[in-house]
T-cell receptor
């Protein structure tokens, strides 16, 4: 089954404790992206990657890091989490960066992160 | 820069009644428009998209949307809603930007179906 998986689905942590949220897709997609969803703000892009070893900042990259060492994986790293990073995080992938041409962007089920 | 406005944060509708969820966008270039649905505790799923051509776009689950360039709108409609349509709906816009064709999302509209 074609899918985007994220782990963990739920995470409660404390300020400053490094964490990684994993994202994996099995569709051989080139383009992957991380979004955060906050009430009243919709989804905002954190980072994106157009292929292996190619990543760039989205709209709200501060406090986050990513890596793309393999095509299927795109982990999101919070080196020193803070309470303002409490949010619902979504990983997404698509065949290529041209969303309109390459059909839809597939979303993972989300990771709900709480930073105390 | 592009932006999306969803004026209604919550829309309650009786079952089998029609519904319209409003979306307005702003952009200085040609855009592609999308509607996504998010069911409780799930990720986003594409409902429909407008790329070019016919301004009336049909999507899954009986939804349709009409692109209106003069009014910069892309409203979502369904003639008769079902309990299973209870979800949050997001309008999104993108344009070709030589690379990161990222989606800019609206703030979402929570559709609640009243039995």
């Amino acid at each position: 089954e074609a899918q985007v998986t994220q782990n963990p689905r739920y995470l409660i942590t404390v300020t400053g404790k490094k964490l990684t949220v994993t994202c994996s897709q099995n569709m051989n997609h080139e383009y992957m992206s991380w979004y955060r969803q906050d009430p009243g703000l919709g989804l905002r892009q954190i980072y994106y990657s157009m292929n292996v070893e190619v990543t760039d900042k989205g709209d709200v990259p501060e406090g986050y890091k990513v890596s793309r060492k393999e095509k299927r994986n795109f982990p999101l790293i919070l080196e020193s989490p803070s309470p303002n990073q409490t949010s619902l995080y979504f990983c997404a992938s698509s065949l290529g960066p041209r969303l309109a041409l390459y059909n839809e962007q597939f979303f993972g089920p989300g990771t709900r992160l709480t930073v105390l | 820069a592009q932006s999306v406005t969803q004026l209604d944060s919550q829309v309650p509708v009786f079952e089998e009644a029609p519904v319209e969820l409003r979306c307005n966008y702003s952009s200085s270039v040609s855009v592609y428009l999308f509607w996504y649905v998010q069911y409780p505790n799930q990720g986003l799923q594409l409902l429909l998209k407008y790329l070019s051509g016919s301004t009336l776009v049909k999507g899954i689950n009986g939804f349709e949307a009409e692109f209106n360039k003069s009014q910069t709108s892309f409203h979502l409609r369904k003639p008769s809603v079902h309990i299973s349509d209870t979800a949050e709906y997001f309008c999104a816009v993108t344009h070709s930007n030589f690379g990161n064709e990222k989606l800019t999302f609206g703030t979402g509209t929570r559709l609640t179906i009243i039995p």
